[in-house]
């Protein structure tokens, strides 16, 4: 409920500001995730089920928006970003016209956009360190669906595999 | 609580409390929307209207209000827009629309009403659309079909009421009027059973097929009998099901039903159906279908034996993000054409069980990241046509008698994008092949014999970035009839092209971009009178020789870019211009200087033809570099000419006046004297300039010739000269020393056969010498008449070594040795009178 809420808020902050605020993902000992959006339009809601999860390469997310452009194709274009330079780019597409993969591929402009459900991080290792990781879902259009800066300050020790 | 949206109570207070703000800031006749393209399109989107606002012009057909709180709709909203083709309408808070909302907006095409919580839709709301082609009716609050008040739409063609609260499939009766609907989307509703007679409306309807999507609903039953005698252009059923008995039974649901394509399966997100089990597809041997898409189905455990038992008469099948591993069996006597697994999970390509697939004409397996080997062959395809393996991570021996032995019909094979190909024996390949495409993957074997020789037919190959080097000439030998060549990122030997293409007549286009290439020889092009395209850009070319480009004949498009041309000659710009459509020049080395001007005066007149025209910049002279071309001043290099010319011409004067000078040096030395004040050495009445010692034998040359040029010319000095200037009742002696060497500054020395003979000349020259001793200056200036032999020099005391110790003038005759003669006998003159000039002045 609290969590609804919160998405609530988040959904319906008043359009005022061009600078959103910043939300907390996760905030242990040695872990601290936050984002803000980067999309002058609008804000979004983010969470994470459980945030040591983080270490086994499978996520459980929920992440909610209003969709202000149609997503007949989506487009994720992801940025390891570490002090100010960018180290790591990678892409994919999410919903193609003859695939799409996800359900909410097609959805229409002024929709909800729910996502619940696991985003595996493949082989790639979460590093350790302070970074930011710039996350950006384009359109066919080429329109920004969605933009976040997530904000990754990560010093836990993994067991050596 | 999300589903409540935008317009909740509190959010309504949050707006009113915004909204005088903002309606300060939008306040004055100020357009608040962004114009798009004036008079036609305008977007005003979030803006917190709530209604259209005055400044958009009623010959808007575009228009877009999302976002903004419009509460509800009366009736003749948009008499101001009565032109409007496109009326976005989401997320606009929308609780009632009243009757005749839309009634003026007879051309509108599409209306989007997407994320509206409706409450009340008056039963004529879409009086008067009689253009309305689409309804976008996603997220409406809409519980049912026949609430929705849209009979009377007979244009409507795509009605998309997803996202809705519908239970009921029942298509109601006015759906028989709406004759040109072809797209109905139901996804995300929540229908759970279809039972018959819920689509017979479909059956008396006349119109085109409908595409029916009922994905995302939690269906739970269909009756048998349901989709009997339907005809469907497409059914989508992807994530409807909950469990695998739930799908089975469903699909048995379908029994009777007819459709072009019929879409299965789930989402990568969603995966509701535990397992692929034997069975779950029987449904399907009583649907009439051309195309089945089975699509992101997670379960298999390779219990696929009947995975196409039913698929027999389907006529193509698209697998796509499949996790099949392998194909287990396949019944006899298919009927499928066209097969295509993409995101597939085959670890070999299965050709033996596909093989069983005896009327496969295209064959694709695609993106397949586990696919790595291709070791048993094709057997007995004979209408195979098309095999595509690309973008998967193949290593293979491509070995044609072993692999594609039995498919004998092959035309295109595309094996781009994968690992590494190993290329034995091709002789083997079927020899119909008219493409052939290995790009990004690593070809071995390639670039030093002859391997498509007996690929007679090929028009199209493909080997760019195959890690290839072309080390024969010979290596396109046999491909005749090629007319497509793909190359780029390769490279060939020696970085240059020579005859590789000699045979390639009927090429049309070719691409050997980034291939290293440092030259490329004359008759490199010499038999490719057809081709069009040439792409030779990203290489390293420093010209373009117009003898090379001569043979091309038909070409049209020639991209040179990013090369290291620096300026194209006057040939071969007339060359290429007549021909030409298309041109790439940019980011190549332009030396910006006025030495080629022309090319510069060429290409500001070649906007059309030449691409990228913004990248053409310089890279030399230094303090050009990075400007545009474009940008290069010609002006500049006129200015420059004239700035030639005038430096030219000042140089030719400058040459002139020293000449002058040189020439009028003693007048010019003479008018200085004179203007500078001093009177001249004529003043001291009795000085002379020079005493001339001379035999009377000579007197003619002393007469004619020096006191005439010395006397007479500018400056005038004044000699001495015995028979003229002597007292006469005075001894000689006394003459010579009173009026000779007294009142002379300098001694002229007339040497002749006769000078020697005379005893008064010997003596002359003794006391001269002498008394050049006692004053201690040079005063003796000698001038040889005639060559005088050694012993007559050594008659007289000191001559000879006086000859040899000092320059003396020698008299010949000739123009430009007088001329000499007489200016350094002037010189030798002047010397002391700049110093007797002193002297009067301190006088």
């Given at each position: 409920m609290v969590n609804a809420v919160f998405l609530l808020l988040?959904?319906?902050?008043?359009?005022?500001?061009?600078?959103?605020?910043?939300?907390?993902?996760?905030?242990?000992?040695?872990?601290?995730?936050?984002?803000?959006?980067?999309?002058?339009?609008?804000?979004?809601?983010?969470?994470?089920?459980?945030?040591?999860?983080?270490?086994?390469?499978?996520?459980?997310?929920?992440?909610?928006?209003?969709?202000?452009?149609?997503?007949?194709?989506?487009?994720?274009?992801?940025?390891?970003?570490?002090?100010?330079?960018?180290?790591?780019?990678?892409?994919e597409s999410l919903c193609e016209p003859d695939h799409p993969k996800f359900l909410f591929c097609g959805k229409k402009k002024g929709e909800h956009l729910y996502y619940e459900g696991p985003v595996s991080l493949g082989n790639f290792e979460v590093p350790q360190g302070d970074y930011v990781v710039a996350v950006k879902l384009v359109n066919e259009d080429r329109l920004t669906v969605l933009c976040a800066d997530f904000t990754i300050k990560n010093n836990q020790d993994y067991p050596f595999p | 609580m999300l589903r409540r949206g935008v317009c909740s109570p509190s959010t309504l207070f949050t707006l009113s409390l915004v909204m005088p703000f903002l309606s300060q800031c939008s306040a004055g006749n100020f357009n608040p929307c962004l114009e798009v393209v004036p008079g036609l399109t305008y977007r005003c989107m979030d803006l917190n209207l709530s209604r259209v606002p005055a400044e958009i012009p009623p010959s808007t057909q575009n228009l877009d209000l999302s976002f903004n709180p419009l509460g509800s709709l009366g009736s003749n909203n948009f008499s101001a827009v009565p032109a409007l083709k496109f009326l976005d309408l989401a997320r606009c808070c929308l609780q009632t629309i009243e009757n005749y909302a839309f009634e003026d907006l007879c051309n509108l095409s599409t209306l989007i009403l997407t994320g509206n919580p409706l409450r009340y839709l008056g039963p004529s709301a879409f009086f008067g659309l009689s253009s309305l082609r689409r309804l976008i009716a996603v997220e409406t609050n809409i519980f049912s079909l026949a609430d929705l008040p849209i009979r009377h739409l007979h244009t409507l063609e795509e009605l998309n009421v997803g996202n809705n609260h519908i239970e009921s499939l029942t298509l109601p009766k006015y759906?028989?009027?709406?004759?040109?609907?072809?797209?109905?989307?139901?996804?995300?509703?929540?229908?759970?059973?279809?039972?018959?007679?819920?689509?017979?409306?479909?059956?008396?309807?006349?119109?085109p097929y409908l595409t029916l999507v009922l994905s995302l609903n939690d269906i739970k039953y269909i009756q048998p009998g349901a989709f009997e005698g339907i005809q469907l252009h497409e059914l989508s059923l992807r994530a409807c099901f909950n469990n695998f008995t739930v799908m089975k039974d469903c699909l048995q649901g379908l029994a009777g039903l007819q459709v072009n394509r019929l879409i299965l399966g789930e989402f990568r997100n969603i995966w509701r159906v535990e397992n692929f089990q034997n069975g779950l597809l029987d449904g399907l041997c009583q649907v009439q279908m051309q195309e089945f898409v089975f699509i992101c189905f997670k379960r298999f455990k390779n219990n696929t034996d009947t995975l196409f038992e039913c698929l027999l008469d389907v006529s193509t099948i698209r697998f796509v993000d499949l996790y099949l591993s392998q194909v287990s069996a396949v019944p006899e006597f298919s009927q499928v054409q066209s097969l295509e697994c993409k995101l597939c999970k085959f670890g070999e390509?299965?050709?033996?069980?596909?093989?069983?697939?005896?009327?496969?004409?295209?064959?694709?397996?695609?993106?397949?990241?586990?696919?790595?080997?291709f070791v048993k062959g094709f057997k007995d395809l004979p209408s195979l046509e098309v095999l595509d393996l690309s973008e998967n991570e193949l290593s293979f021996t491509m070995r044609c008698s072993f692999l594609l032995a039995g498919t004998p019909n092959l035309r295109h094979l595309n094996l781009s994008f994968n690992n590494l190909i190993t290329l034995k024996d091709p002789f083997s390949c079927p020899n119909g092949l008219l493409s052939l495409d290995f790009q990004h993957s690593i070809l071995k074997n390639f670039g030093t014999i002859p391997?498509?020789?007996?690929?007679?037919?090929?028009?199209?190959?493909?080997?760019?970035?195959?890690?290839?080097?072309?080390?024969?000439?010979?290596?396109?030998?046999?491909?005749?009839?090629?007319?497509?060549?793909?190359?780029?990122?390769?490279?060939?030997?020696?970085?240059?092209?020579?005859?590789?293409?000699?045979?390639?007549?009927?090429?049309?286009?070719?691409?050997?971009?980034?291939?290293?290439?440092?030259?490329?020889?004359?008759?490199?092009?010499?038999?490719?009178?057809?081709?069009?395209?040439?792409?030779?850009?990203?290489?390293?070319?420093?010209?373009?020789?117009?003898?090379?480009?001569?043979?091309?004949q038909a070409l049209t498009v020639?991209?040179?870019?990013?090369?290291?041309?620096?300026?194209?000659?006057?040939?071969?710009?007339?060359?290429?211009?007549?021909?030409?459509?298309?041109?790439?020049?940019?980011?190549?080395?332009f030396d910006c200087s006025c030495?080629?001007?022309?090319?510069?005066?060429?290409?500001?007149?070649?906007?059309?033809?030449?691409?990228?025209?913004?990248?053409?910049?310089?890279?030399?002279?230094?303090?050009?570099?990075n400007v545009s071309v474009l940008n290069f001043d010609l002006s500049n290099c006129q200015l420059s000419i004239t700035l030639v010319a005038v430096s030219a011409s000042m140089a030719l004067v400058a040459v002139l006046i020293m000449f002058l000078i040189y020439k009028y040096y003693f007048h010019l030395y003479y008018a200085v004297v004179l203007l500078s004040g001093c009177k001249h050495s004529s003043e001291r009445g009795d000085t002379y300039d020079a005493f001339v010692i001379h035999s009377s034998k000579d007197v003619d040359w002393v007469k004619e010739e020096l006191v005439k040029t010395i006397e007479e010319g500018v400056p005038p000095f004044r000699l001495c000269i015995h028979y003229?200037?002597?007292?006469?009742?005075?001894?000689?002696?006394?003459?010579?020393?009173?009026?000779?060497?007294?009142?002379?500054?300098?001694?002229?020395?007339?040497?002749?056969?006769?000078?020697?003979?005379?005893?008064?000349?010997?003596?002359?020259?003794?006391?001269?010498?002498?008394?050049?001793?006692?004053?201690?200056?040079?005063g003796i200036i000698l001038i040889v008449l005639e060559e005088v032999d050694k012993a007559m020099q050594r008659r007289l005391l000191g001559l000879s070594r006086y000859l040899r110790r000092n320059t003396y003038l020698e008299w010949k005759d000739k123009e430009v040795s007088k001329h000499v003669f007489w200016r350094q006998l002037r010189t030798a003159l002047l010397d002391g009178k700049t110093w007797n000039h002193e002297e009067v002045r301190l006088m």
């Open positions: 988040v959904l319906l902050y008043p359009n005022l500001s061009t600078e959103w605020p910043t939300h907390t993902v996760c905030k242990e000992d040695n872990l601290e995730i936050d984002y803000k959006s980067c999309d002058p339009l609008q804000d979004f809601a983010f969470s994470i089920d459980s945030c040591s999860e983080i270490s086994s390469h499978t996520l459980n997310i929920r992440a909610a928006m209003l969709l202000r452009h149609s997503i007949n194709e989506l487009h994720l274009k992801l940025n390891l970003i570490i002090n100010g330079r960018s180290v790591l780019a990678y892409s | 759906f028989t009027n709406l004759t040109s609907l072809r797209f109905l989307s139901l996804q995300s509703n929540r229908i759970s059973y279809i039972s018959k007679g819920q689509l017979d409306v479909l059956q008396e309807r006349k119109g390509v299965p050709a033996v069980k596909l093989s069983l697939f005896k009327k496969l004409r295209v064959l694709r397996i695609t993106k397949s990241k586990y696919l790595t080997n391997l498509f020789r007996f690929f007679t037919n090929l028009t199209y190959l493909d080997i760019s970035y195959t890690s290839v080097q072309i080390l024969c000439e010979c290596v396109f030998w046999g491909l005749e009839s090629l007319q497509v060549l793909k190359m780029a990122g390769n490279s060939f030997k020696d970085n240059s092209l020579a005859n590789n293409f000699r045979n390639l007549t009927q090429l049309r286009t070719l691409d050997v971009s980034n291939c290293k290439l440092l030259q490329v020889s004359s008759s490199t092009f010499a038999n490719l009178r057809n081709l069009r395209d040439l792409n030779i850009s990203n290489n390293r070319l420093k010209t373009l020789d117009s003898m090379t480009f001569l043979p091309l020639l991209d040179f870019s990013n090369n290291q041309l620096t300026f194209l000659t006057h040939t071969a710009l007339k060359s290429l211009i007549d021909r030409l459509i298309y041109l790439d020049l940019s980011h190549n080395m030495t080629h001007l022309s090319f510069f005066e060429w290409v500001k007149k070649q906007k059309q033809l030449l691409q990228n025209i913004e990248r053409m910049v310089c890279s030399s002279p230094v303090n050009m570099k003229r200037d002597f007292v006469p009742g005075v001894p000689i002696v006394s003459n010579i020393v009173q009026e000779g060497f007294l009142s002379s500054r300098k001694v002229i020395a007339v040497i002749s056969s006769h000078f020697l003979e005379s005893q008064w000349c010997k003596f002359e020259f003794e006391i001269a010498q002498s008394w050049q001793f006692v004053e201690g200056k040079a």
